[in-house]
């Protein structure tokens, strides 16, 4: 039976599962930055050492310590050279994050097309795939957290805030109340502003759109033209890679 490791690293966590060639075993999730310390390595070890290993990065200053680490598996890092089963004629594939890949090849599989994926992350990023599965590519902007970061780290008095999950109104009274509206809100009328520009351009009114990573439920439940798509989409993308490369 064709089984694997795969391994989702993002910017700020990263994840990892077992596939036993049908279906993908409990998520394991670290800090990114835990990865070199041997945390990822000895999760890995931990439940059937051996298995080729399938990874999707976006953090590649961490890729050569952690070849290093699993010189004795086969590890595959996820790029537009794999047989990926999708059409990339349309992309810059010297550009294109490994994540966006996977996430493509997982819509390509299992969702209804033409579909407009948002990747709900550190990062928010889209990936528009066409009636044919054909990878059009899509947009990259910062995500609630980094965004909430940005203006802490950017100013001298903004301070840092927690994110919330209900419904943004349009006018705080006090500054941490501004702030946070101000993200909620924005970013909503963002990816609102994306997926209509996308159909415009496109001309594709049955265009859906599908929210999927760790902020997946709050852009799903504030926006009626986002669906929540399945869990660990990426990580599903990635056994479908696993699975016409073994």
């Not at 598996?73 to 537009?80: A, D, G, L, Y």
């Not at 909430?148 to 840092?160: E, I, S, V």
Request: hydrophobic share 45%; glycine share 8%; charged share 20%.
């Amino acid at each position: 039976m064709i089984r694997a490791k795969l391994v989702n690293i993002g910017n700020t966590h990263s994840e990892w599962a077992l596939w036993d060639g049908e279906c993908i075993g409990a998520k394991k999730r670290l800090q990114t930055k835990e990865i070199l310390a041997g945390a990822l390595l000895h999760e890995l070890e931990e439940t059937d050492p051996g298995l080729p290993v399938f990874v999707a990065s976006v953090v590649h200053s961490i890729e050569p310590s952690l070849s290093g680490l699993l010189t004795n598996r086969m590890i595959r890092w996820v790029s537009p050279k794999m047989d990926l089963g999708i059409n990339l004629e349309a992309i810059d594939t010297s550009t294109i994050g490994a994540d966006r890949l996977a996430n493509a090849v997982a819509a390509v599989n299992e969702l209804s097309l033409p579909v407009i994926v948002i990747d709900c992350g550190t990062a928010i990023t889209t990936e528009v795939i066409d009636r044919s599965g054909r990878l059009l590519g899509g947009v990259i902007m910062p995500g609630r957290r980094l965004a909430a970061d940005a203006l802490r780290d950017g100013t001298d008095q903004l301070p840092r805030i927690e994110l919330v999950d209900d419904a943004p109104t349009a006018i705080g009274n006090d500054t941490i109340t501004a702030i946070s509206l101000g993200i909620n809100l924005g970013l909503l009328g963002a990816v609102e502003k994306v997926i209509a520009s996308t159909e415009a351009q496109l001309n594709m009114p049955e265009l859906s759109a599908v929210a999927v990573g760790g902020d997946q439920y709050y852009f799903s439940e504030h926006l009626d033209s986002v669906k929540p798509g399945p869990e660990n989409f990426t990580l599903r993308g990635l056994a479908w890679i696993a699975k016409r490369n073994l």
